[in-house]
């Protein structure tokens, strides 16, 4: 390795004559370096989904146009550019990267994290965080919002975030992010009256707008529960991502003491959803893609609309980070500059 070949001087800091590879590349220059592990990303009409999800092991889901995770996993980098987290349920494999969220935001003058979680696990959430301040010497400014199903939180003007009902092992909910917009009346609309007078009528007290829902993503996290997917707001999303476990067919029962979906549960509720794109998360390692994704096309072609399936592992891909930027699109392998330029 060329690193190995120059020896810091004494005082500690690296000649100019010694600071430069064979090749001339100076080694104090910070190096892109690729992220680990390999970062899924997917590019929709409305938003990107950027993420890691393989079932045990680790799921973290960012949206970074909504400025959300759906789950945190980890912490891989990318993930700390998001200001709230939507923390499914309590599962280490979905949770464990909180602390290092919260902390790592703030060495990086970021501003404090917020925490959407199931009600039943915002106390211990919190202590965990309380606790870490043996460790830190600090409790790291942050904000836990307990969430009921049904409850909604306005991540901005206009994007609200409700919870959903799921069923897992431990206290769980699944997120819908719905765009709302106050839209001017059909029948005023058609009358194409002018400012003023829609003006007048505003301060008379009269509504003149009615609020438009538009569900943009669900993410159920963890669940058993076929009804998940269909669900009011949930079937309806623009873009849904639904974990689904177990594919074997003897593995129904595993599926059922996991409390996770089989591939089952997902075929018998394709019919009723209206998502433009279904993306299928927390497969277990043991299964072949390939046949997956064979199994679909089958059974989505006999259907008079057939959804859009994809997995989101398949848009897996090695990302590069050049320091100072966290959250890159760029997918590609950067060219090392050789040694003329
Ligand atoms: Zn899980
Ligand atoms: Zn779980």
Redesign the pocket.
């Known amino acids: 390795m060329a690193d190995e070949q120059i020896k810091p001087a004494a005082g500690g800091d690296i000649p100019k004559e010694q600071s430069a590879t064979p090749g001339g590349e100076h080694i104090h220059k910070p190096r892109e370096y690729p992220l680990v592990p390999a970062m899924a990303v997917v590019k929709t009409p409305y938003f990107h989904v950027v993420g890691y999800s393989v079932a045990g092991e680790e799921s973290v889901v960012q949206v970074p146009e909504l400025n959300i995770n759906f789950d945190i996993g980890k912490c891989p980098r990318p993930a700390l550019t998001a200001d709230f987290c939507l923390l499914t349920?309590g599962?280490i494999?979905?949770s464990a990267g909180i602390p290092y969220y919260l902390s790592q935001r703030f060495f990086q003058g970021m501003k404090p994290g917020t925490i959407l979680c199931p009600a039943k696990i915002a106390k211990p959430l919190s202590d965990i965080i309380h606790s870490w301040a043996g460790l830190e010497g600090k409790v790291t400014e942050h904000r836990i919002v307990a969430m009921n199903v049904g409850d909604e939180f306005e991540l901005r003007k206009g994007l609200i975030a409700r919870a959903f009902a799921t069923r897992?092992?431990?206290p769980s909910i699944g997120f819908l992010v719905i765009d709302r917009r106050e839209k001017l009346r059909a029948d005023l609309l058609e009358q194409n009256l002018p400012g003023h007078i829609l003006r007048e009528m505003k301060d008379r007290g009269e509504k003149i707008t009615y609020t438009l829902d538009v569900p943009m993503v669900a993410y159920t996290g963890?669940t058993c529960m076929a009804e998940t997917l269909t669900q009011d707001g949930v079937r309806d999303a623009k873009v849904l991502i639904t974990e689904c476990t177990f594919w074997e067919r003897d593995h129904r029962k595993r599926a059922a003491v996991g409390q996770h979906l089989h591939v089952t549960d997902l075929m018998a509720a394709l019919p009723e959803l209206r998502n433009e794109l279904i993306l299928i998360s927390h497969v277990s390692r043991r299964t072949h893609l390939k046949l997956a994704k064979r199994v679909f096309a089958e059974a989505t072609a006999k259907l008079a609309h057939p959804p859009k399936v994809e997995f989101l592992m398949d848009y897996a891909q090695r990302l590069w980070v050049k320091p100072g930027r966290a959250a890159p699109f760029a997918a590609v392998e950067p060219e090392i500059p050789d040694a003329a330029e």
């Open positions: 349920h599962h494999d979905h897992h092992t431990v963890d």
